[in-house]
């Protein structure tokens, strides 16, 4: 089969959606499929194109058997205005748009959302090319704006962004959602039931997997041994509240077995950095990503780890990381509203503890209940573990896209070979 998969992240990319595309990716290629990737020039997190990549406006360069045909994207640096956000979203669909015809008809397009534009020249490409769209919806887009602050309620934008998304849904063949909780809105937007399919986010069970703390080199690197470790990965932008993490941890400075360890871009940990010196709490320790071949042993080096959001963030805002915490084996402490996905996902792994958002003294006090009761800590790495292997592996999300790109091109292929009406 041959396979588009037009999405904005992709490989080297090190968090986010990127390390997802890039896996269904190769591993579709590995079981005998032609996967073509169109996409952006790699500038996440840091909101800076890669040095590699700078001055170019197209490259096509091919990676583990997939040719990823890569576009000029408008950015302008780590802090962008609205203005920003629309200027590089629209820079991207005309440049992706171009790239797309550069390569031969695929069977079917698989596009990921947000960004919301994308939806545009991936229609316009599968009705020119006569092929299916698997729409997959990793955001609300129009929720996400109102309860982050990006946009004022009922305004103009927030009308296109929800035209965009019925215009999305009507022109996909069929929609994959991360979470049940998306199917409602979805059915308030138009989507009939039969259009929509509810498939998870994965992880690499092999990949990321326990990992033993002692004589573990991220411990040893950043004398870390014999410590209580909080470990938060991952982006730091409007839906988190790293705020609330440095906050709670000078709540905890009297108990220095208690280490505290944000890893995240370099520019938004430098805004942390006044929080911390604000705050004086002298007990977090900030560090910049590793490569992505380091993660498994950066996440056995925490005792607990974090998820943090906002308590306006979208209820179908739902982190990638959860799987991936989960199948390292480590206790998970959330701080997220009770209303989201999120909060819905911890509970049902029973890996994690929940505590409300923007609350540094509950995040402290769960903390503190977790250092207190190792036996505890424990018995959730183990449930999240085990969890994790059998709800969110690799191989099996592998099985059911594959299905699902199956049944999408045999009935197209079905609606094309239908008698004309006489």
């Given amino acids: 089969m041959r396979i588009l998969i037009y999405s904005y992240n992709y490989y080297p990319e090190p968090i986010g959606i990127a390390p997802l595309m890039t896996e269904l990716a190769q591993g579709l ?16 997190p840091q909101r800076q194109i890669y040095e590699k990549y700078r001055g170019k406006f197209y490259l096509t360069e091919e990676h583990n058997g997939v040719t ?63 092929c299916p769209i698997v729409l997959n919806v990793q955001d609300i887009v129009s929720e996400a704006a109102v309860r982050v602050g990006l946009v004022k309620k009922n305004g103009m934008l927030i009308q296109i962004a929800d035209a965009l998304e019925k215009f999305a849904y009507s022109t996909a063949s069929q929609v994959s959602v991360i979470d049940s909780g998306f199917i409602q809105k979805l059915h308030s937007q138009g989507v009939p039931p039969e259009k929509i399919v ?11 997997r326990p990992l033993p703390k002692e004589n ?29 993490v440095v906050q709670a941890a000078a709540r905890l400075k009297h108990i220095p077995e208690i280490a505290f360890v944000i890893v995240g871009e370099s520019t ?7 929080d911390c010196e604000t705050y004086k709490a002298t007990n977090v320790t900030l560090l910049p990503f590793e490569p992505r071949e380091k993660l498994p ?41 009770e209303t989201g996905t ?7 792994s029973g890996g994690g503890v ?45 099985n059911q896209y594959e299905a699902l790109f199956t049944m999408v091109t045999a009935r197209d292929g079905e609606k094309i070979l239908e008698p004309l009406p006489k």
């Fill in 198 to 208: 509810c498939l998870p986010n994965w992880v690499d069970v092999n990949f990321i």
């Fill in 68 to 130: 990823i045909q890569r576009s000029y994207l408008r950015v302008n640096g780590p802090h962008p205005s609205l203005l920003d956000r629309l200027l590089l979203d629209g820079s991207f669909v005309i440049s992706s748009a171009i790239q797309a015809f550069r390569g031969d008809r695929p069977d079917v397009i698989f596009s990921t959302m947000p960004p919301l534009p994308i939806c545009v020249p991936v229609a316009l490409y599968g009705w020119i090319r006569s």
């Fill in 342 to 348: 999120a909060h819905k996902a911890v509970q049902q």
């Fill in 29 to 44: 290629v590995q079981r005998g499929h032609q996967v073509r990737v169109v996409t952006g020039m790699p500038n996440y």
């Fill in 354 to 398: 929940v505590v409300p958002p923007e609350d540094p003294q509950a995040l402290a006090d769960g903390v503190e209940d977790l250092y207190l009761n190792p036996a505890k800590v424990d018995a959730l790495g183990l449930q999240g573990r085990s969890y994790a292997v059998e709800n969110y592996g690799f191989e099996e999300a592998l």
């Fill in 216 to 244: 573990n080199s991220f411990r040893k690197t950043h004398n870390l041994q014999g410590k209580f470790v909080i470990l938060y990965a991952g982006n730091i932008a409007l839906t988190q509240g790293l705020q609330t």
């Fill in 268 to 274: 938004a940990l430098s805004r942390l950095q006044r």
């Fill in 297 to 337: 042993e950066m996440l056995a080096a925490a005792d607990v780890s974090l998820v943090v959001q906002k308590r306006r963030v979208t209820n179908f805002n739902m982190p990638s990381k959860i799987q991936v915490l989960l199948a390292s084996g480590r206790a998970i402490l959330a701080s997220v509203p």
